[in-house]
């Protein structure tokens, strides 16, 4: 079976442990999307979408559509891009999800007379966005000025004494940590056993991955007296630390590789067929 990293840090540890593993038995390699064309072949049964820039989903639709099967598909982890669609999903799986409008600017929401505290966060999540909570109107009009056209969410704001719970998924099994809140700047992850979770949260994680058509993600929930508020969920995250994570990984992509080349006309009849075609 080929299997192929889509992934300019192929060093990941999560990437790097998997890869180790597939190896034993199965061809694996990195392909950086930034030197993806429209020409590149596609010649791997599995594909792990972990980059999610323009070019790495362009091509992972590619992938799908000459037969590949891609890890997760491009079309969901587009929809973890967009909080507004994310908002979406979210509620209409009846999943806890805080109130979510959208706002073409932080001046059109200063405009719009909102109520304090809030969380501003811009409405595509990327590396270094914004991610802010505003307790006046003062601070909304700071925001203005230094993102004055970025298009962003706003949400109401949920207290939670500082702690974020994250939960990662893969292929159903889920991982856990603490982690406090990303307002308060970059923090180590302590793992923390699922069975420590409190009751239903597991089974709520495993919610999101069918409402959203992951299979490996990440979900951020908060808890307010008792009570879980999803307020993330993120395609493929890294993971780092969580132990059995690169095992699970390992194992997805081989099951689904099998159940791949299982069906009449498989992805690799297909891509040899493509090949054969253009040459």
Same mark, same amino acid.
């Given at each position: =079976?080929?299997?192929?990293?889509? *992934? ?11 890869? +180790? ?8 390699? %990195?392909?950086?999307?930034? *030197? ?19 070019? +790495? ?9 000459? &037969? ?7 079309? %969901? ?21 805080? #109130?979510?409008?959208?706002? %073409? ?7 719009? #007379? ?20 505003? #307790? ?20 109401? @704001?949920?207290?939670?004494? $500082? ?11 889920? @991982? ?7 307002? #308060? &700047? ?25 409402? @959203? ?12 007296? &008792? ?8 395609? @493929?995250?890294?993971?780092?630390? =969580?132990? $059995? +994570? ?18 009449? $006309?498989?992805? &690799? ?11």
């Amino acid at each position: =079976m080929r299997i192929c990293l889509v *992934t300019d840090r192929p060093d990941h540890p999560l990437l790097a442990e998997a890869r +180790a593993l597939l190896t034993l038995r199965h061809e694996v390699v %990195a392909l950086d999307p930034d *030197t993806v064309t429209d020409r590149h072949p596609i010649s791997a049964d599995v594909y792990l979408l972990k980059a999610r820039t323009a070019k +790495a989903l362009a091509f992972a639709e590619r992938a799908e559509r000459a &037969g590949a099967r891609v890890i997760n598909s491009p079309a %969901a982890t587009r929809a973890c891009q967009d909080r507004v669609r994310m908002a979406e999903l979210a509620w209409a799986a009846r999943l806890p999800f805080p #109130d979510t409008r959208a706002f %073409a600017s932080p001046g059109r929401l200063l405009a719009a #007379d909102p109520r304090f505290p809030l969380m501003v966060k811009s409405r595509h999540s990327r590396r270094d966005d914004l991610v802010a909570r505003v #307790d006046d109107r003062d601070a909304l009009r700071a925001l203005a000025r230094e993102w004055p056209d970025e298009p962003i969410v706003a949400q109401e @704001f949920v207290d939670n004494g $500082g702690w974020d719970h994250k939960l990662w998924v893969v292929d159903g099994r889920v @991982f856990a940590g603490l982690r406090r809140t990303a307002l #308060d &700047g970059p923090a180590e992850t302590k793992p923390i056993s699922p069975e420590d979770l409190p009751a239903g949260w597991s089974a709520l994680a495993r919610r999101v991955g069918t409402a @959203f058509g992951l299979d490996v993600y990440g979900v951020d929930i908060l808890e307010v007296a &008792g009570v879980p508020s999803i307020i993330d969920v993120n395609a @493929f995250p890294g993971m780092r630390e =969580m132990r $059995g +994570a690169p095992e699970a990984l390992a194992a997805l992509a081989v099951r689904t590789g099998k159940a791949d080349m299982s069906r009449v $006309g498989s992805v &690799g009849e297909n891509k040899r067929f493509i090949r054969a075609s253009r040459d």
